[in-house]
Structures are given as structure tokens and as C-alpha cells.
């Protein structure tokens, strides 16, 4: 059984009992993947690890690739099957999986988002990304940073130590239904009043001008999602600078970018000489 096996079964949870179709706009994808765009798709080959009920890959399958495949470790790939389904994809693959042991021939490119940093190994997780990616093709990543995240890490994670455990309805009706009822008026009022000045000191600003464009369905969407799972990492610059130092990665390609005040987008090309690395 995989170490992330618990981490996997929480968020199938959480994606199963979702209504069908993507949690998320065309816009939040377009910027999860800047600097990429449907240009660095169209015609590619394209891996997901950790594709959940596959709310980013229907987005990413409309942007015209080759062919698209998603890989979970979780029940959540049903879910996936059916969005992809209902969306009128058809040349796409949905790969139950352990993302960090999957092996391929190889993609144009490979990205995983927002589900590294949920691993009990996450530095092998962006290894098996880069393992799956052709030489002189593209990866590209996003995570929880350390930094931005004071309020969150001190605050919500004690308290996801104990949700993880729950029954999910529990998790998710009884605790993060009204828990993230503050926040919710938090980050709208902080939108409302944005150009106000000395209110973008408050914490977690950036990221509540992003997420207040949402209703409070998503909110508590991110709330749960926070609180059931069984594992959380909240990587630094440094972390990421190391892992983008792999011999693998094409010296001068990468990218490193602060998301929000609170998150890391990364990415880069694998050289073209690049051999096998399993």
C-alpha cells in the first residue's frame, strides 16, 4: 500500500461527492499554468498527476493537445472518467495510479498542481514528474508556500490534524460549512475595499483578492479540501530552487514565480539529452 494511500482516499471523498463538471473557471486554470498557455498544449502530449476528478484536465483537453492522461491514486478517477466523458473528450487516458512510481514513455508535457505539497515524500513526487516528461519537453508545478501562509499553518493545520480523522460529511458540513464563514466576508470585504491602501498589509491579502471572485460553494470547497486530508506541506523558495537543480532540468529554462502571497509556481524543459532516469 502506498504511504499516500490515506491522503488519496480523503480527497476521492471530497471529489466523489462534488457535482459534475470542473470546480474551476477557465480563468483560474489559464493562471495556474502561466507563463504557460494553450499554445504550449496544442498538439502536445500531456500527463497530469494527481488529476482528482479531473477539474483541471477538461479545461487542458480543450486546448487541443495529441492526447491528454490523468493519473490519481484515488476512487476519484470515476469522477474523472465521467467529467472528461460529459465534457465530450475522447482522446484522453484515466490512469488509477501511484503518481510517484507511474512510468511512461514519456509526455510533451507533464504537470502536476496543488498536490505535491500533499505527499508524504514531495521532492519524489516532482521527480516522477520530471521521470515522465521527453527530453526537450516542458513540466510545469504549483504548491503551498511556507512563506504567506503564517495564519494558515498555525491556525488551520493543528486543527486539520484533527478533521483528517473524521468522517468526511463531518469534515465538511459540520466544521468547514461554518468555519469558513468568516473568511468568506473577510476576503470579500478586503476585495470591496481594495484600494485601500494600509488594508494590504493584512494577512493573507493577495490570496483573498483571488478567491473572493468565487462564491461561497468554492470556499468551502478549499476549506475541506484543507481539513481532510492527512498530510500538508508548505514548501519554501529554497526547497523548490533545490528541486529545480536536478540534473534533469535544462540549466537556464526554469521559472520560479510567488502566486498570490502564498503559493509557488514552477516549471522548466527536461535537456535533450536527458536519458531514462528509471
Not at 26 to 32: K, L, S
Not at 45 to 56: D, Q, R
Request: glycine content about 8%.
Amino acid at each position: 500500500m502506498s504511504g499516500d494511500t490515506k491522503t488519496a482516499e480523503a480527497f476521492a471523498t471530497s471529489w466523489n461527492n462534488l457535482p459534475g463538471g470542473s470546480v474551476y473557471t477557465r480563468a483560474q486554470v489559464e493562471d495556474w499554468f502561466a507563463p504557460l498557455t494553450k499554445n504550449d498544449v496544442r498538439g502536445k502530449t500531456v500527463l497530469e498527476l494527481g488529476c482528482g476528478n479531473a477539474s483541471l484536465l477538461v479545461h487542458v483537453a480543450a486546448w487541443d493537445p495529441a492526447r491528454v492522461e490523468g493519473v490519481d491514486l484515488g476512487a476519484s478517477v470515476v469522477a474523472a472518467e465521467k467529467n472528461m466523458q460529459d465534457a465530450g473528450h475522447r482522446n484522453y487516458t484515466i490512469t488509477q495510479a501511484d503518481l510517484t512510481t507511474f512510468v511512461s514513455d514519456g509526455f510533451d508535457l507533464a504537470y502536476s498542481i496543488g498536490v505535491l505539497h500533499h505527499l508524504k515524500n514531495p521532492v519524489r513526487g516532482f521527480e516522477s514528474v520530471i521521470a515522465n516528461v521527453k527530453p526537450g519537453g516542458r513540466f510545469h508545478c504549483w504548491v503551498y508556500a511556507r512563506e504567506g501562509n503564517g495564519v494558515v499553518i498555525w491556525l488551520v493545520d493543528p486543527l486539520r490534524k484533527i478533521t483528517s480523522r473524521l468522517p468526511w460529511w463531518v469534515t465538511k458540513y459540520l466544521v468547514a460549512t461554518p468555519l469558513v464563514l468568516p473568511y468568506y466576508f473577510y476576503a470579500k470585504a478586503l476585495r470591496a475595499l481594495r484600494n485601500v491602501a494600509w488594508l494590504r498589509k493584512a494577512p493573507l491579502y493577495d490570496y483573498s483578492l483571488w478567491i473572493a471572485q468565487r462564491d461561497y460553494a468554492f470556499f468551502r470547497h478549499v476549506a475541506f479540501d484543507q481539513l481532510v486530508t492527512p498530510q500538508t506541506a508548505y514548501l519554501d523558495k529554497a526547497t523548490i530552487e533545490s528541486w529545480l537543480n536536478h540534473p534533469r532540468v535544462e540549466p537556464g529554462s526554469t521559472y520560479l514565480i510567488f502566486r498570490n502571497g502564498n503559493s509557488w509556481k514552477f516549471g522548466g524543459t527536461v535537456r535533450a539529452d536527458a536519458i531514462a532516469s528509471r
